[in-house]
């Protein structure tokens, strides 16, 4: 810690990184150079007045003359052999979500990120500058999540390059049970015993294998196609508590049994359930 709020969270060859968490100007950091360090120690410069008007030194510099002050009484009780107070700043976690990555540019989204994904908590350099430095470090508590839906089954298009440097994991439709929202168990039921035969066993532990159903065309699987927990929310009226009943039925009408229409006429789902032809089953839901 060089201030209460301001630390130092990179260093290389040339240069600490500081900044400080609510910084909404430089959120990036900034550079304290080891040259500009070296001038200030070597001129005996003792105070932050003597440095914010010692005019070999860099406008940065001079503009933020406290930290580069604070630094320096640091340095200087370490060269007089006293112990140096020892402070450690948890980190706190970022998170950026690109919703829908699969559809996204990703050579415009990510630039220079690709690499710094590579390398995280490296330097790699970058064409564009940014406070006078082109190099791009990737920390730690920085997390990128990129959200798809196999349903599109557009993801072929995305580089084998980027798709290393991500951990994939497949997120099922499955029961919500929440105090906080009312969930459609009955239809959600309905609707996944088109595309599953097991479904008590995978509501019983959802690492169960997946059985196809019946009325699911071999050719699709049903991590691909079944429809997700999400249509099935019902929303309560603000303030009051209560359900909105037309809400719930609306998105039924225009939303689930169109998809799942759409499933029948494109072939993915097909036949009967329970002696019932799979179109007749889908309007009566």
């Known amino acids: 810690m060089i201030s209460d709020n301001v630390y130092i969270f990179y260093i290389d060859d040339k240069r600490f990184k500081y900044k400080g968490d609510n910084w909404a100007t430089h959120p990036n950091g900034l550079n304290m150079n080891f040259s500009e360090l070296n001038k200030i120690i070597d001129l005996n410069l003792n105070t932050r007045k003597q440095i914010n008007k010692e005019s070999t030194l860099n ?74 430095d082109n190099k791009l470090v990737l920390p730690p508590n920085l997390y990128v999540i990129g959200t798809m839906n196999t349903a599109d089954r557009s993801v072929g298009h995305i580089d084998y390059a980027i798709r290393r440097r991500f951990a994939f994991v497949d997120v099922l439709p499955k029961e919500l049970n929440d105090d906080k929202i009312v969930f459609q168990h009955d239809r959600f039921r309905k609707v996944s015993e088109l595309f599953i035969e097991n479904y008590d066993e ?84």
């Open 202 to 285: 995978y509501k019983a532990n959802e690492k169960t294998i997946l059985k196809p159903a019946k009325t699911l065309s071999s050719e699709f699987r049903p991590e691909d196609v079944w429809l997700g927990h999400s249509y099935f929310i019902q929303k309560r009226v603000e303030g009051s508590g209560k359900l909105e009943p037309e809400d719930f039925m609306i998105r039924l009408d225009y939303e689930i049994k169109p998809i799942l229409l759409e499933y029948v006429k494109d072939g993915v789902l097909l036949g009967e359930i329970n002696k019932v032809k799979i179109e007749d089953y889908i309007k009566s839901l």
């Open 59 to 132: 406008s940065l510099t001079r503009q933020h003359a406290t930290y580069y002050q604070n630094f320096n009484e640091l340095y200087r009780t370490f060269k007089e052999g006293k112990s140096v107070p020892k402070t450690k700043t948890a980190l706190k976690n970022y998170v950026i979500i690109i919703d829908e990555i699969n559809r996204a540019n990703l050579s415009s989204v990510l630039g220079e990120l690709i690499y710094g994904l590579e390398y995280r908590n490296e330097a790699v350099e970058s064409m564009y500058e940014v406070a006078g």
